[in-house]
C-alpha cells in the first residue's frame, strides 16, 4: 500500500519480516494476490499475504519501462521461471541492491572513426539492402557465410545506416567472443557510443552500460548474453553473432537461450534480427525450412584470401599419443616461411589422467564421478567438476610402489612437449588457467597480433571469431572424444567446432592449412569438415534428427533433480513422472529418470526427467499442469530440483 502514485516499473523498499528489501512494482492492486510487487531476493517473496506499506520509492521514474517488462514477463512465462528471478538476472547487481539509478563515470568517447576502404562485395551488397528494406518490421535473418567471409561488415554497414535514423543496436556475442579486437572494430566505425556488458566489468560499469542503453546514449549495445535484456528504446535492430555457439545459453538458475529469446525481442522492437555463422545450428537451419528466417549467403571470402586445406592425420600409424611426426613437420614449414601456426586440444592442465602402472589405481575424486586431472605447474590434482584439490601422492596409495604416471595430454603438457621440439620459437598458452588473471587474454591476443612467428596452444576459447593475420597452419588434436559421445548433439557440434576451428587459419594472402589428427578417419564427418561442406553436414544430421523426432523437429523438457541421498534424488523424479504420467497429454512422451552424465558433482547425486513433444504448446501444456500440482509430492529430505525447457546438454 502507498500513497504516493509510483509507476509499474520503478523500484521500491519494503519491510519484509525483518529484514528490508528492493522490489519492483509491477501492477498496482487493493488486494494480495501475491503479484503486486516482486521482491528481487527470493522466491519466498511470492508468498506475502496482506498488502504491506512501500516504505520507500527509489525511482522517480520507472527503471525498467513497459516494452522491457513485457518481454521479460514473456520470457518467465517461456521458461516457467519465477519473474522475482527473471528480473533480478534482467538488470545489474546495483539496482538490485537499490542503489540510485545514475551514471557514475561516463566514460570518455572520443573514437576517431574511419570509414572503410573497399567497397562491399555484390553479395554483402544483397544481404545489407535486403535487409534494411525490411528494417520497420520484424523479419529474421540467417547471415550465413565462411568464416572470413565479411559477416562483421555487413553487421557494421547496416548499423551506420540504422544509426543515423536514430536507432539503437544491440549485438549479442558469445562469451569469449567479445574481444577488445570486436569492440574496437564498431568503435571504430560508428558515430556514436558503443558500450560493452560482460562479466569482467565491475559493478559501476555494469551500472553505467546498462543506464547509457537505457537512456537512448548508447548508440550500440555489444554483449554476451544477458545484454539481451539491456534496456534500449530505440532498439532498431538484434544481432546475434556466432549463433550456434552454446554460451547464449544459461545454464544455472534462470536457463534462457538469448539466441532463442532474441527472436521475441526483435518482434517487440519490430526490428530485424539477424543470427550470423559459418555453421548455422541445426535449430536455425529449421528456422529456415520454416520460412522463420530468410537465409542470406557469403559464399568467399573478399579479396585474395581462400579457404584452407584440410587434411587427416591417421594416428593408427602413429607412435605417439599427441604430436605425430607429419604434425611436427608441417609446423616447422610453416614456422619457417615466419608464419604462426596454432595448436588445438579441448582439455587444460597436464593429464587427464594419473595413475598406478602396476595396479591400475587411478585418482578420481572423492566428491564426483570423475577422475582427477594432473596439473604439473602447481603440482595438484584437481578436479573440473568440483574444483577439488590435492597434492598428489609420490607413491601408489593402493599398492605403495612408487610406480604412479601421468596418461594423456592437456594444454600444459602439450606446451612442455612443444618446447623441447621448438626450442627457440615462443609458445603462447591459452587456457582458462593462463587467463584468469583480469586482461590476460587481451594480453595474449596482443602478442600474437603483433605478428611475430609463434605456437599458440589453447581450448576452444581460441575457436571462436578471432581473426589473426598471420596464422597460416591450424593442428586439431584429440578430437575422438567427440565422435564417441552418446549426446545427440555431439557431430553437430565438433562440425560446427571443427569447421570454426579451420576458418582461423589463413586469413593473410597464403593459402591456410589445417591438419586433423584421428583414429578414425573413415567417420564420414571428416569428407564435409574437409570440403567445407557444412551445410551438406547439417542437413544428413538434419534427416537424421527428422527420422529419431529429436530436436528441432520436436521440443524438449528436462527435469533435473539432485541429493546427498541417491535414492531420495531418484525417487522425487518418479513420482513426478507418475504426476506428468496422469495428465491426458497423448503427444508428450516422458523418459526417466536416468542419472545424469556424471551421477555425482560435488557430492550431490543428479538425476533427469525428460519431456518431448512435436507439439510445443501440449509440453508447456503439461509443464503448467506440473507446477499446479507439484507441491503436493513431497519431497523427502532435501531434494533440489529445476527445470530447463529447451536443454542442451
Ligand atoms: P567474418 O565476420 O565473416 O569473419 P569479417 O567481416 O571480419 O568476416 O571480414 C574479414 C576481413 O575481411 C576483415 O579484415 C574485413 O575488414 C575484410 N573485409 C570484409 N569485407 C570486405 C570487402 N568487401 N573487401 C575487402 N575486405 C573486406
Ligand atoms: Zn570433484
Ligand atoms: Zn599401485
Not at 587456457?431 to 596482443?446: G, N, P, S, V
Request: charge should be neutral; aromatic fraction near 8%.
Amino acid at each position: 500500500m502507498c500513497d504516493e502514485n509510483v509507476a509499474v516499473g520503478a523500484r521500491v523498499r519494503v519491510s519484509f519480516g525483518r529484514k528490508k528489501v528492493v522490489g519492483i512494482v509491477l501492477s498496482h492492486k487493493e488486494k494480495s494476490d501475491f503479484d503486486k510487487v516482486t521482491w528481487l531476493k527470493s522466491r519466498e517473496g511470492a508468498l506475502g499475504y496482506k498488502l504491506k506499506s512501500v516504505d520507500e520509492v527509489l525511482d522517480d521514474a520507472p527503471l525498467l519501462s513497459k516494452d522491457i517488462l513485457d518481454f521479460l514477463f514473456w520470457s518467465a512465462n517461456y521458461y516457467h521461471h519465477p519473474i522475482g528471478e527473471v528480473l533480478a538476472s534482467a538488470i545489474p547487481k546495483n539496482m538490485r541492491l537499490g542503489k540510485p539509478a545514475e551514471i557514475k563515470k561516463a566514460r570518455a568517447f572520443d573514437n576517431q572513426i574511419s570509414s572503410a576502404d573497399f567497397d562491399t562485395t555484390e553479395e554483402q551488397n544483397n544481404a545489407i539492402t535486403t535487409i534494411l528494406a525490411s528494417k520497420d518490421n520484424f523479419s529474421g535473418y540467417l547471415l550465413h557465410g565462411v568464416t572470413g567471409s565479411g559477416k562483421t561488415e555487413v553487421y557494421l554497414r547496416i548499423t551506420e545506416n540504422l544509426l543515423q535514423q536514430g536507432k539503437q543496436i544491440l549485438v549479442l556475442v558469445p562469451e569469449i567472443g567479445l574481444t577488445p579486437q570486436m569492440i574496437a572494430r564498431f568503435e571504430k566505425r560508428i558515430d556514436g557510443k558503443v558500450v560493452a556488458i560482460h562479466s569482467q566489468l565491475n559493478e559501476t560499469q555494469k551500472t553505467d552500460a546498462y543506464l547509457m542503453a537505457k537512456s537512448g546514449e548508447a548508440s550500440v549495445v555489444l554483449g554476451t548474453r544477458s545484454a539481451i535484456f539491456a534496456p534500449m528504446p530505440n532498439l532498431g535492430l538484434v544481432i546475434v553473432d556466432e549463433e550456434h555457439d552454446g554460451s547464449f545459453k544459461q545454464q544455472s538458475s534462470f536457463r534462457y537461450s538469448a539466441r532463442d529469446l532474441s527472436f521475441m525481442r526483435a518482434k517487440l522492437a519490430n526490428a530485424p534480427l539477424i543470427l550470423g555463422t559459418a555453421t548455422p545450428s541445426l535449430e536455425t537451419l529449421k528456422n529456415v525450412m520454416d520460412k522463420k528466417l530468410t537465409r542470406l549467403i557469403l559464399s568467399t571470402r573478399p579479396g585474395e584470401t581462400v579457404m584452407p586445406e584440410v587434411n587427416l592425420i591417421d594416428m593408427r600409424s602413429q607412435s605417439t599419443e599427441a604430436l605425430s611426426l607429419p604434425l611436427i613437420d608441417k609446423m616447422k614449414q610453416h614456422l619457417n616461411n615466419n608464419q604462426q601456426v596454432m595448436l588445438f586440444i579441448n582439455r587444460r592442465g597436464y593429464a587427464p589422467v594419473f595413475y598406478c602402472t602396476e595396479c591400475d589405481w587411478k585418482a578420481e575424486c572423492n566428491h564426483c564421478d570423475a577422475q582427477m586431472v594432473y596439473h604439473r605447474h602447481i603440482n595438484r590434482l584437481k578436479c573440473h567438476h568440483c574444483g577439488a584439490e590435492q597434492i598428489p601422492d609420490s607413491s601408489c596409495p593402493s599398492c605403495k610402489q612408487s610406480t604412479l604416471k601421468v596418461l594423456g595430454y592437456g594444454t600444459e603438457r602439450l606446451e612442455e612437449n612443444l618446447e623441447s621440439y621448438f626450442p627457440d620459437t615462443p609458445i603462447i598458452r591459452i587456457d582458462r588457467d593462463t587467463t584468469r588473471r583480469k586482461k590476460a587474454f587481451a594480453q595474449h591476443l596482443e602478442q600474437i597480433n603483433s605478428g611475430e612467428p609463434c605456437i599458440i596452444v589453447g581450448t576452444q576459447m581460441l575457436a571462436k571469431g578471432h581473426d589473426f593475420s598471420q596464422l597460416a597452419f591450424v593442428g586439431i588434436l584429440d578430437v575422438d572424444v567427440g565422435l564417441l559421445s552418446l549426446d545427440f548433439r555431439a557431430t553437430e557440434n565438433l562440425a560446427q567446432l571443427l569447421i570454426q576451428v579451420s576458418g582461423r587459419a589463413g586469413r593473410s594472402e597464403h593459402k591456410g592449412e589445417v591438419a586433423i589428427q584421428t583414429r578414425y578417419p573413415n567417420h564420414p564427418i571428416f569428407e564435409y569438415v574437409r570440403q567445407a561442406h557444412y551445410t551438406q553436414y547439417a542437413s544428413k544430421l538434419l534427416k537424421e534428427r527428422q527420422q529419431t523426432q529429436l530436436p528441432p523437429f520436436s521440443h524438449q523438457a528436462m527435469i533435473c533433480a539432485n541429493a546427498k541421498n541417491k535414492t531420495q534424488a531418484e525417487t522425487f523424479l518418479n513420482e513426478v513422472a507418475q504426476l506428468l504420467r496422469s495428465i491426458d497429454l497423448p503427444t508428450v512422451e516422458i523418459w526417466g529418470p536416468v542419472s545424469g552424465v556424471i551421477e555425482k558433482k560435488a557430492d550431490y547425486y543428479y538425476f533427469n526427467l525428460y519431456l518431448q513433444s512435436v507439439d510445443r504448446q501440449a509440453l508447456h501444456q503439461m509443464l503448467n499442469t506440473m507446477f499446479g500440482h507439484i507441491d503436493s509430492i513431497k519431497a523427502s529430505g532435501s531434494v533440489r530440483w529445476f527445470l530447463d525447457v529447451d536443454p542442451i546438454e
